[in-house]
């Protein structure tokens, strides 16, 4: 029997045995202070790829919902622009059929006519005004949203021009109704003010039909399946990547255990070969 200062072949495979514990319980111990199952990439190769690719979809996700209650809240606002429209033609209508009254003087229907210009340049303002982060919401255009983490789907919504130039239909528009116009109430055509008053509020009501149908179907829809979806991923997630705590702790105890095993051995054999080499001595 070989006995040296020089360690064994049993000796370098129980240090070996050792280190390698070792490492199980400082992997362990990163499972349960992190709450992550893999914190290298040597922890699970395969696993970090799964993980990394639905995070990735996940946060393209959230940005798309984020999106989708961008979208929401830029429709509030333009639907409440419609409405406030909407309110100032009832005001003129009023006004329309108050200077059809007879015993109206010049003066009084005058008065009227102001506050029907008034009402008209109200409307123009809050269609030059509505807008969401700086983009205008009630000039005509076409509202874009992106609600899907799919460059590629896109959804947009025609939005209504609120300006008295571009509210009417055949009858004429409602800048007619201003003075001097040809549907003005000192001395136009009161029948034509009317029929223009009917066509813009039909525009505004369709309009805003239009509106609250895209936001139920479409926007209220799309945000549902983006709320599944990320719970779905971030499960999926949690389940490769996240420490199961039950199983890490088993685990600590089992390697705790299998360390104060393997350190008892390599003690007992340098125990052994000091007391070899005591016993040589003498």
């Not at 340049?121 to 255009?141: P, V």
């Not at 009161?190 to 149908?213: F, K, M, P």
Request: glycine content about 8%; hydrophobic content about 45%; aromatic content about 2%.
């Amino acid at each position: 029997m070989r006995i040296g200062s020089n360690l064994s072949g049993a000796d370098l495979s129980a240090l070996a045995n050792l280190n390698q514990v070792f490492q199980q319980l400082t992997a362990i111990s990163a499972q349960l202070s992190t709450g992550r199952r893999i914190n290298r990439g040597s922890d699970d190769p395969a696993g970090l790829l799964a993980v990394e690719s639905l995070r990735s979809e996940l946060a393209s996700m959230e940005q798309a919902s984020r999106n989708a209650a961008h979208a929401q809240s830029s429709l509030d606002r333009a639907d409440a622009g419609m409405g406030q429209s909407l309110e100032l033609l009832r005001t003129i209508r009023g006004n329309v059929t108050a200077a059809a009254d007879g015993t109206l003087t010049d003066a009084q229907r005058a008065a009227l006519q102001a506050e029907v210009d008034a009402a008209l340049q109200e409307i123009d303002r809050i269609g030059a005004n509505t807008n969401f982060n700086g983009q205008k919401l009630l000039d005509g255009g076409a509202l874009q949203f992106q609600i899907s983490s799919d460059l590629s789907e896109t959804v947009s919504l025609q939005m209504p021009d609120v300006s008295a130039v571009a509210l009417g239909g055949a009858a004429g528009n409602l800048s007619d109704l201003a003075s001097g116009g040809t549907a003005n109430l000192v001395n136009g055509d009161r029948q034509q003010a009317q029929a223009i008053l009917d066509q813009a509020e039909s525009q505004l009501l369709g309009a805003r039909v239009e509106t609250a149908a895209f936001e139920k179907y479409t926007l209220e829809s799309a945000s549902a399946n983006l709320d599944s979806m990320q719970v779905q991923l971030a499960s999926a997630a949690s389940e490769i990547g996240d420490t199961d705590y039950a199983q890490a702790t088993s685990a600590m105890v089992r390697t705790r255990i299998l360390a104060q095993s393997l350190i008892g051995v390599v003690k007992s054999t340098l125990e052994n070969r000091s007391l070899a080499l005591e016993l040589l001595k003498t």
